[in-house]
């Protein structure tokens, strides 16, 4: 027979593992998000790169030369650009390579672990109320 103190400890582990998913899904999307902003990041720098590269090897400079960008300077921020890209690039991919293989196995498990405390509350409250 179920008594109301197991159902009360049913809540407690319920609710430390209604917490524990919380954070270990904070944690994963979080990675996730990290590393797609340092690919996203790393994509669009590159093509500025090959944008400026583009205008700096076909000689049409009216874009940059009407800020008042110098050709030398045009080079300087091409390179630069596409250096950071590379940067971010690598950082994204060294990020994917190390992902946490085994933390969306740990969150399906503590969700199946929570529905099944769910259900054994439900039952033990249903007993007890004698529905």
């Known amino acids: 027979m179920v008594d109301s103190d197991n159902v009360e400890s049913l809540d407690a582990q319920l609710q430390h593992l209604r917490s524990n998913i919380s954070d270990l899904g904070y944690q994963l999307d979080s990675y996730r998000t990290k ?50 890209a590379a940067i971010l690039l690598l950082v994204g991919i060294r990020r994917l390579r190390m992902s946490d293989t085994e933390g969306p196995a740990r969150l399906e498990s503590m969700e199946r672990e929570y529905a099944e405390l769910l259900e054994r509350r439900d039952a033990g409250a249903q007993h007890i109320t004698g529905s």
């Not at 669009?44 to 049409?60: E, M, P, S, T």
């Not at 800020?67 to 045009?74: A, D, F, K, Y």
């Not at 080079?75 to 950071?84: D, E, F, K, P, T």
């Open 35 to 84: 590393t797609a902003a340092a690919l996203g990041a790393g994509v669009f720098l590159i093509f500025l790169a090959v944008l400026a590269g583009y205008d700096l090897a076909v000689g049409k400079g009216a874009a940059w030369s009407v800020l008042g960008i110098t050709r030398e300077s045009m080079v300087w921020i091409a390179s630069g650009l596409a250096v950071a």
